[in-house]
């Protein structure tokens, strides 16, 4: 029976799996929202669903992909936005704006607490107020800025993106979209005509309409986040518009987009309370996108799905299942809870490829493009190189250690997507697609192996210290993989960085300029080499490539994350202010774990009462004395 728990526990983590890849279906008398999530618009550069706006905007104003009503319940994205567009009244009353400065609390005469979600309603009289503050903050460098710059600055810019969101279809306002395009097409057309005939100008009532709304269409255009006029079959990404800017072009009633009857239909019926009239136009509308852009719809159907899966929170909760598994291995049931941990640590690198891999498709791109995708590709590099240990050794080590390492970077890159679309527009500097697929994927690949052999040297320590488990034969295979996985990082962190230099040669003219990006490469090479020649001149045995392998894992978070703190250099387009007391907080419990490796054989538990044969094997006895060869 043991033999079959591996796949019974495979089993259900795979339904698990599955069971996000299905669509939620509208209910009777409900909006069919799927539909409405599927359709493409165009923003922040690229096509993309409904619902990546809806997602990524309510994770710039709250944090949070759903709205947690004042009432009880909560409400998804797709439905926030759909009350954004085209019902904005209703949607001031949602509590989604986060404010989680007490100074910033106390400015608007609010009771001091850790956070406070704050409806558009509520701020709308302070609004001046944030946008003074917000202007004088944009002054200030990123660095400099104290906690309440940045909270005020944030607020500014979640308030400015939500009033353009509300001016995306029409402006706030608005009642009866679809008869106000026909009345003013229909004007259009009666002073085309009358122009065209040479009679009497247009009366004073009709040339009022006209100018009302050429304005309004106008400022709509010019203060519009989404382009939702998809262009006529055939077109390109740069023909798409604004309600505004494809209002201005009307010259007839029978001349009016499609997408523009479309949304103002969808936007009447949603007003209305109409889901009927609400899920017939949006299937009809995406039908018709899908027969004249199969490519977008294509695209944005399968962007729709993925968001729906969500691949790394699911691959994040399966690698601390196989984490727990090889752990509690070492305790009882050795073969059976291994095997369930290295089925269950495929299953979720097969997860997390799906995720990585979508994102190359969705993008075009090589899997590392920003810091977000350097987290998850970071995370799936460890995955693979552990589960290759674990395959060879059958220990539980390389699976702990790789789950440990995969979910500690996708909780990394979850925290990096809360600012918006992980999927956005390059950075001039990576705006090349050989060199992301050579020396960026290269680099990554060595701090995926830093990282392993850092965790695998960790649990060097913790085994040791807590446990009886470090036996002397565990302790060598133990110093095999970090020696292993080192020789592997000093190799593809020496080429990534030459690679680098080239790049660098290309784009600006030298090829090293001692940039804070280029030194943390050079220094993570420089470790390495330093690690394997003082392994291999017999300076340091077990408890010192522990040492240094640990240290190590401080030295590549500062290259990887630490050189865009300091905000200068060409490299510093990813300065997060946020993350700077959590490096700090890395770095200086690395160097604890590192001091801890000094203890004497007495305080560990695993050699306290071992045979000397076998702390001498550890690395106790003489450990710095060079080792005859």
Not at 207 to 234: C, D, I, K, T
Not at 517 to 537: D, Q, S, T, Y
Request: proline share 4%; glycine share 8%; net charge positive.
């Amino acid at each position: 029976m043991n033999r079959f728990i591996p796949y019974l526990v495979l089993l259900v983590a795979a339904l698990w799996i599955g069971s996000s890849w299905m669509y939620p279906k509208a209910g009777p008398g409900e909006f069919d929202l799927t539909s409405f999530n599927r359709i493409p618009v165009l923003a922040g550069g690229r096509i993309k669903p409904f619902d990546t706006v809806a997602r990524n905007s309510l994770l710039i104003l709250s944090g949070k992909q759903t709205v947690r009503l004042s009432e009880g319940g909560k409400l998804s994205a797709s439905h926030w936005l759909a009350d954004v567009l085209f019902n904005p009244k209703k949607a001031d009353s949602y509590p989604v704006f986060a404010v989680a400065n007490q100074e910033v609390l106390g400015m608007f005469g609010w009771p001091q607490m850790d956070k406070k979600y704050c409806t558009y309603e509520e701020l709308r009289q302070h609004i001046p107020k944030i946008d003074e503050e917000g202007k004088l903050v944009q002054e200030i460098e990123a660095p400099k800025r104290t906690p309440f710059h940045t909270a005020i600055f944030n607020l500014r810019n979640s308030l400015y993106l939500y009033q353009r969101l509300k001016s995306s279809i029409h402006e706030e306002g608005t009642v009866d979209f679809g008869k106000e395009i026909e009345t003013y097409a229909a004007a259009v057309a009666a002073g085309a005509e009358t122009l065209k005939a040479g009679s009497a100008p247009l009366d004073k009532e009709r040339m009022a309409l006209l100018r009302s709304a050429a304005a309004r269409y106008e400022n709509q255009s010019q203060f519009s986040y989404l382009m939702v006029v998809a262009p006529p079959a055939g077109g390109k990404e740069g023909d798409w518009l604004t309600t505004g800017a494809a209002l201005m072009r009307v010259k007839s009633p029978d001349k009016i987009p499609a997408s523009v009857a479309a949304l103002a239909d969808m936007g009447d019926a949603f007003r209305a309370n109409n889901p009927a009239a609400f899920s017939k136009v949006t299937r009809e509308y995406a039908g018709l996108l899908n027969i004249e852009h199969p490519e977008w719809v294509g695209r944005t159907s399968y962007e729709l799905r993925f968001n729906q899966m969500q691949p790394f929170y699911h691959s994040m909760v399966l690698y601390v299942g196989a984490f727990l598994l090889a752990c509690i291995s070492w305790l009882c049931c050795p073969r059976g809870l291994r095997k369930s941990a290295f089925l269950l640590l495929m299953l979720a690198l097969v997860v997390h490829s799906f995720g990585m891999f979508s994102r190359m498709y969705l993008q075009g791109r090589p899997p590392v493009t920003n810091l977000y995708s350097s987290a998850i590709f970071v995370g799936w590099g460890a995955v693979v190189l552990g589960l290759v240990l674990e395959r060879l050794f059958r220990d539980g080590i390389g699976a702990a250690s790789a789950g440990m390492v995969g979910f500690i970077t996708l909780i990394i890159a979850h925290h990096l997507g809360s600012s918006g679309d992980t999927l956005e527009m390059m950075q001039a500097v990576l705006d090349s697609n050989i060199w992301l697929a050579t020396h960026v994927v290269i680099i990554t690949a060595g701090y995926s192996a830093m990282f392993l052999a850092g965790f695998l040297a960790i649990a060097y320590v913790v085994l040791g210290l807590f446990t009886r488990l470090l036996t002397r034969e565990t302790a060598q295979k133990l110093t095999g993989m970090v020696y292993g996985i080192v020789c592997f990082a000093t190799l593809f962190s020496f080429v990534g960085t030459v690679l680098g230099g080239i790049w660098a040669d290309q784009s600006w003219g030298r090829f090293w300029g001692w940039d804070p990006k280029e030194n943390g490469a050079l220094l993570i090479v420089l470790w390495c080499a330093l690690i394997l020649h003082a392994r291999w001149g017999g300076f340091i045995r077990q408890r010192g490539i522990m040492a240094m392998a640990i240290i190590g894992n401080a030295i590549t978070a500062f290259s990887w994350f630490g050189v865009n703190m300091l905000g200068v250099g060409l490299h510093s387009y990813g300065f997060m202010d946020k993350a700077f007391p959590w490096l700090l907080g890395f770095v200086i419990s690395q160097f604890v774990l590192m001091l801890l490796t000094r203890l004497p054989a007495n305080l560990w538990r695993s050699f306290c009462n071992a045979p000397p044969k076998d702390v001498k094997a550890a690395g106790f006895l003489a450990d710095s004395a060079p080792v005859a060869h």
